[in-house]
Nanobody
Framework: QLEDSGGGLVQAGASLRLSCAAS????????IGWFRQAPGKEREFVGF????????NFADSVKDRFTITIDNDKNTAYLQMNRLKPEDTAIYYC????????????????WGQGTQVTVSS
């Protein structure tokens, strides 16, 4: 199981770090993906990190602003979000899948409950 946390209300240009805590040793053998869903929109890919913590990939809209890291000792993945924009406002979800990471949310097996991120202008 996964538990998201770290969301909040911030001003444009600020930073936030979201956490994704796994109940078991998930991060070391699974790929972790981050997705977000804004009101009235479909869930969209934000970024992923492979189980080796080397392979990362991000959506063009967040590339160069967001990074993902994994702390295997804590079974926790992090989404560091810098230079936040109002259009980043959404509920953010982490998800896990075995083997290779993917941009397709349908391929993920486990999901966190989501954490709200609101960026004011």
């Amino acid at each position: 199981q996964l538990e998201d946390s770290g969301g909040g209300l911030v001003q444009a240009g600020a930073s936030l770090r979201l956490s994704c805590a796994a109940s078991e040793r998930t991060c070391s053998s699974y790929a972790i993906g981050w997705f977000r869903q804004a009101p009235g929109k479909e869930r969209e890919f934000v970024g992923f990190i492979g189980w080796s913590a080397i392979n990362t990939n991000f959506a063009d809209s967040v590339k160069d602003r967001f990074t993902i890291t994994i702390d295997n000792d804590k079974n926790t993945a992090y989404l560091q979000m810098n230079r936040l924009k109002p259009e980043d406002t959404a509920i953010y979800y982490c998800a896990a899948k075995s083997y290779h990471p993917s941009r397709d949310p349908g391929e993920y097996d486990s999901w966190g409950q989501g954490t709200q991120v609101t960026v004011s202008s």
